[in-house]
């Protein structure tokens, strides 16, 4: 399923800017083929005028001097005398060029009618452009001057095969770097989708983890309640009560599980409502560790509180919440304590921020096991395989926290142990 996700977004996303992409680039191509033909025109406009200046001056036309010029300047010319053919056409040109030239003329000549038949100090001339069927695509100018009591027309022709070509060129590397671009869109989006659901993949993974994890804890005290039940069935009066006990104990472990689990499913679907007003973390604090000290008697563990010596602003914040995450973590300290340790609980309260901390100096947690301490249903070989003890309260504890907007960590408590902070 996310590997078709995968595909189809990485399609999407690489259709979406691809798109986009060819759409520049054509417009940009559009413009840029626009102003090379405007200046491809424009230059032969120039030459044009420069070699009607030219014509003008000649008293006589030199056979070499036409020829020469209409080289240098890369015209194919055709001169006619009161529009007969003069001898240059001949000379000069092959048929096939005599045959164009006429075509281009005949062309010129029904389309500019009108084209006034100039003076012996002006010409006048029209320039357009003219595709033959047989030789491609022209810019043409024709051309009328008096000379000698006549009208001498001329028909200047210059071939667009490298205009064309040039477009031809410019329009294959606007090819290529679009496919090449789209390509590196499509590795690109690959990337991108690959990192954008793997949070999905990653939630779906820890769902279906939780789930199973779950169903397991759950599976053991029903099936413990199961057999309680058959053998209280099957046992006199003494007996009877044992397993009573048991069914009731189980039961218990059950409601917390269900409750722990109700919670979870809060925090992950944001239904954990929070009722935050201004509270005095040193009183909650205090009688928190004032309800813990039997335990802690009772592990044989000495329980200290250091309070600040100043007064303390009052948090906003759930007290409920924030006492039930410092008992998550005092209960941990102790249960998981050796006889004779320690375990302390403090409060500081620095530029608007709120420190708690409890830390011990049992066996610690090894640096492996730091990265998942917080995740759901997590044990170590050590410390996580109490009875009592589902491996989520840290993980509730993270997910009130996360809720508060603050944040929980922990380090080494030197000399051995552990420390966890609360920051709100």
Known sequence: MYKKLHRRLTCLFTGIAGAILIIMSVSYLYMSEKELGQNHSLTFNSKVNSFISSL???NTLSWEWLSKTSSEQGFLLALYDNGIPISYNRTVLSDEEIALTDEAAAYAQKKYTNLKSGSSYLASHAEFSWTSKANGAYLASIVNIRKNNGILTALILASKK??????????????????????????FSYYFTGKLIAPIIESRQKQTAFVAAASHELRTPVAVICSAVSAARAADGAKKDHFFQIIEEESLRLSTLTDDLLLLNRSDTGRLLLNKQPTE??????????????????????????????NVPSCNCDGERIRQVVGILISNALNYGAS??????????????????VEDNGTGISDEDKPHIFDRFYRTDKSRSAKNHFGLGLSIAKEIVDAHNGKIMITDTPGGGARFFVLL
């Not at 604090?285 to 329980?303: C, G, M, R, V, Y």
Request: with cysteine; proline share 3%.
């Open 340 to 357: 004779g340790c320690y375990v302390k609980l403090s409060l500081s309260y620095s530029k608007s921020l709120f420190w708690i901390m």
């Open 162 to 187: 490298s205009f064309m070509e040039q477009l031809k060129r410019q329009r294959i590397r606007f090819l290529l770097l679009n496919i090449s671009g789209i390509l590196i869109l499509l590795l």
């Open 281 to 310: 973390l040193d009183t909650l604090l205090l009688n928190t560790f004032e309800s813990f000290l039997p335990l802690a008697k009772e592990h044989d563990i000495t329980l200290h509180i250091k309070l600040p010596e100043k």
């Open 56 to 58: 003008e001056q000649q």
